[in-house]
């Protein structure tokens, strides 16, 4: 089955930076590859997604890449602010009509200090 | 619009005493259903998933079961709880698209 690494477990940054949560995945089936952003005692909620025709894609602050033959993806949180504080969780998976299945990473406990 | 619900919110129970969760979902028909789920500083396990009515395919073994009586409905149950079926427990939907996650159950076994 799919096996998915993220890397770090937690990264603190200053307001303003950069940020940068790496996943590696197992399965070259995978073709799906959502991040999702969870505070505190909350569900985790979708922020971003990338299918495996596109290599990178955009949403204001926030950005994914995606290297096929590497079977690596990142995110990327620019400008980061004090809202960005959560544990964001990547994901690979195959999708399709006849099932969607996710595995997820461990999760980066990303704490932005003002 | 799809919404899904999940009940309780929060669950203390006592060890060996049986657990019921409960999760359905509207605005869908036949959609993939998920349970997850998290333990304390944890990532999201997949514990079970199903693709319609009485399919349940379980991803790890262990204490818990799932059923799912109807379209819309998905169940995670006990019979007995172990301390270390304490967690955050997240129903999810998905139906050719990203998975949708309901409130979660946080499930304190004592």
């Known amino acids: 089955g799919e096996n998915v690494e993220q890397h770090p477990s937690t990264l603190s940054v200053q307001e303003g930076d950069s940020a940068v949560i790496k996943c590696t995945y197992s399965?070259?089936?995978?073709?799906?590859f959502p991040w999702y952003k969870q505070e505190l005692g909350k569900r985790p909620q979708l922020i971003i997604d990338?299918?495996?025709?596109?290599g990178e894609k955009k949403d204001q602050r926030i950005a994914v890449t995606l290297n096929k033959t590497a079977k690596h993806f990142s995110l990327h949180i620019t400008e980061t602010q004090p809202e960005d504080s959560a544990v964001y969780f990547c994901?690979?998976?195959?999708?399709?009509?006849?099932?969607?299945?996710?595995?997820f990473g461990g999760g980066t406990r990303l704490m932005v200090k003002p | 619009s799809q919404t899904i619900h999940q009940w309780p919110a929060t669950l203390v129970q006592p060890v060996g005493s049986p657990l019921s969760l409960e999760c359905t979902v509207e605005g869908t028909s036949n959609p993939n259903l998920y349970w997850y789920r998290q333990a304390a500083g944890r990532g999201l396990q997949l514990l079970f998933y199903s693709i319609g009515i009485g399919q349940i395919s379980s991803e790890v073994p262990q204490n818990l079961s799932a059923s799912r009586p109807q379209d819309r409905q998905f169940i995670l149950s006990s019979k007995k709880l172990l301390l270390s079926d304490s967690g955050f427990y997240l129903c999810?939907?998905?139906?050719?698209?990203?998975?949708?996650f309901g409130q979660g159950t946080r499930l304190t076994v004592v």
């Open positions: 399965d070259s089936a995978s073709n799906y």
């Open positions: 994901a690979a998976g195959f999708l399709s009509i006849k099932g969607n299945m996710l595995t």
């Open positions: 999810a939907w998905a139906l050719n698209t990203e998975a949708f």
């Open positions: 990338i299918r495996s025709n596109v």
